[in-house]
């Protein structure tokens, strides 16, 4: 079981940016694929960006490319999302992933075992 705990969410203007983080523990001794997904009212979760256990690969989904950066401290079990030139349709919950269930990286939500919480991300006009 792997408990994921996210933090840096808030609120911002249109063009700013924002950090997210988030600690993985629980009973795994190694690295783990991880990720972040969004969920805005009355929309579809959707991924936004995932890596994988090395660090090595990874994806994003095409409206956040240039402007998110995914990056993995295997050190301290942590994933950072750093969120450039924030937009309004950037406004959702934000969950960190973990723990995938298949051998591809995927931005699929049935591909990760693990969920945090959520963390708010709120982008005004």
């Known amino acids: 079981q792997v408990h994921l705990v996210e933090s840096g969410g808030g609120s911002v203007h249109a063009g700013g940016s924002l950090r997210l983080s988030c600690e993985a523990s629980g009973t795994t001794s190694s690295p783990v694929c991880m990720g972040w997904f969004r969920q805005a009212p009355g929309k579809e979760r959707e991924g936004v960006a995932a890596?994988?256990?090395?660090?090595?690969?990874?994806k994003y989904a095409d409206d956040v490319k240039g402007r998110f950066t995914l990056s993995k401290d295997n050190t301290k079990n942590t994933l950072y999302l750093q969120m450039n030139n924030l937009e309004p349709e950037d406004t959702a919950m934000y969950y960190c992933v973990a723990g995938c269930a298949v051998p591809i990286l995927t931005l699929i939500a049935p591909d990760f075992r693990y969920w945090g919480q959520g963390t708010q991300v709120t982008v005004s006009s």
């Open positions: 890596i994988d256990s090395e660090g090595i690969v990874i």
